[in-house]
């Protein structure tokens, strides 16, 4: 993963995020599958405390293992900032990723959104690392 920090008015925003995705492999995992993480506490720049930034890494980790295990999901990039952490997963199925996170998150009060769509020209992702051009 290449890391980029991107700034503006409301704060900033920390990007990790895979380069050089190949072309193929972008082709074939048309929709994003986006799990947003709600923080309670940030600082003026919008990033959280560090209990909760460490509480969302522990999340982050179960989720991409769960998530990309199964080779029909890829985790594109992780935004944090503007008080949430974004997960930006691209896949065939939707629906499968959602039974896969809700199988991770049950009995378990977590602050979390999903969202899903089709993007297959993968815009969120160039909208995210275009600032990175050398490393995306």
Do not use: M
């Not at 503006?8 to 599958?33: H, Q």
């Not at 982050?60 to 944090?80: K, P, V």
Request: glycine fraction near 10%; hydrophobic fraction near 40%; charge should be negative.
């Amino acid at each position: 993963f290449s890391v980029g920090v991107l700034g503006d008015d409301d704060g900033e925003t920390v990007v990790r995020f895979r380069p050089g995705i190949p072309l193929a492999l972008r082709e074939s995992l048309p929709k994003p599958f986006i799990v947003e993480w709600g923080f309670r506490s940030v600082n003026a720049k919008g990033l959280p405390a560090a209990d909760e930034l460490s509480e969302s890494e522990d999340f982050g980790s179960e989720l991409c293992g769960s998530i990309e295990g199964q080779g029909d999901a890829l985790l594109a990039f992780i935004a944090t900032g503007n008080s949430v952490r974004e997960w930006y997963f691209y896949c065939k199925d939707p629906v499968q990723l959602q039974e896969r996170l809700n199988s991770l998150v049950l009995g378990k009060a977590l602050p979390i959104e999903l969202h899903s769509g089709h993007d297959p020209a993968w815009c969120a992702y160039h909208d995210f690392t275009s600032a990175f051009a050398s490393d995306a």
